[in-house]
């Protein structure tokens, strides 16, 4: 995840919008060493931000965000737009064609 991206996430989980049906499961334990990279989109990752950092009375956390900033550079590859997760290690040529397919797919919607 690239700053823009994060930024996008970002905005998402400040805009108010519903992310309860988001399944971010693929993403529990991401701050451990051990973790594996996991494709995901920008709805999961504001809805880990929300979960990881917005509190109760609505103050951002922003050491929980660096904390998600920090690890989504090498763990978290995201998939432009609305699509379904592809969980799993992708070589760059492999993330690459899921890329062009979500581009094709979201051109024929």
């Keep these: 995840m690239n700053a823009i991206e994060f930024k996008k996430a ?4 400040k805009s108010g919008k519903s992310l309860a049906h988001i399944n971010i499961d693929c993403m529990f334990g ?3 060493k051990d973790f594996q990279p996991v494709t995901c989109t920008l709805e999961q990752i504001a809805y880990l931000m929300k979960w990881q950092a917005l509190q109760f009375n609505g103050v ?12 989504g550079k090498k763990k978290f590859i995201i998939i432009d737009g ?4 592809i969980d799993g290690i992708y070589t760059p040529e492999q ?3 899921i890329r062009v397919a979500a581009r ?5 919607n």
């Design 82 to 85: 609305e699509y379904t997760v």
């Design 10 to 13: 970002f905005a998402i989980a």
């Design 60 to 71: 951002w956390l922003s050491e929980e965000l660096e904390i998600i900033r920090q690890a």
């Design 104 to 108: 094709i797919i979201q051109a024929n």
């Design 95 to 97: 993330i690459s064609g």
């Design 30 to 32: 991401f701050g451990l």
